[in-house]
């Protein structure tokens, strides 16, 4: 599998630009480019194990976009591919907004030294 910047880079634009509001308690995660689709009501997200449920989804997600969800891939591509999933997850996270998440991702994301 060679996979080049440019998919990974759409594959991130592609799931950044994720969360639609369907109505005042649920959300839908969609990436047009893959057919990827996580849906999550907004109460769900008011207790950690809840957070941590959502949290593991939204990273197999962003795995498989910037590709990382198997194959082969040579040292430049896999260090882009974990560049592209860094930053997706950050974003995805961000723009869902709730504290359990952010506070979530913020300690499975922090960097000692």
Same mark, same amino acid.
């Given at each position: 599998? +060679? $996979?080049?910047? !440019?998919?990974?880079? /759409?594959?991130?634009? =592609?799931?950044?630009?994720?969360?639609?509001?369907? %109505?005042?308690?649920?959300?839908?995660?969609?990436?047009?480019?893959?057919?990827?689709?996580?849906?999550?009501?907004?109460?769900?997200?008011?207790?950690?194990?809840?957070?941590? +449920? $959502?949290?593991? !989804?939204?990273?197999? /997600?962003?795995?498989? =976009?910037?590709?990382?969800?198997?194959?082969?891939? %040579?040292?430049?591509?896999?260090?882009?591919?974990?560049?592209?999933?860094?930053?997706?997850?950050?974003?995805?996270?961000?723009?869902?907004?709730?504290?359990?998440?952010?506070?979530?991702?913020?300690? !499975?994301?922090?960097?000692?030294?």
């Amino acid at each position: 599998m +060679n $996979l080049g910047y !440019k998919n990974f880079t /759409a594959g991130a634009l =592609a799931l950044a630009s994720f969360l639609i509001v369907t %109505n005042a308690t649920a959300g839908e995660f969609a990436a047009k480019s893959d057919g990827i689709a996580i849906r999550f009501s907004q109460e769900e997200l008011n207790s950690s194990t809840d957070a941590e +449920n $959502l949290y593991r !989804k939204l990273k197999q /997600a962003s795995r498989k =976009a910037c590709g990382l969800d198997g194959g082969f891939l %040579n040292l430049g591509e896999k260090t882009r591919a974990q560049k592209c999933y860094d930053e997706t997850l950050a974003e995805i996270v961000h723009k869902i907004d709730r504290p359990l998440l952010t506070q979530l991702h913020d300690s !499975k994301t922090s960097k000692v030294g």
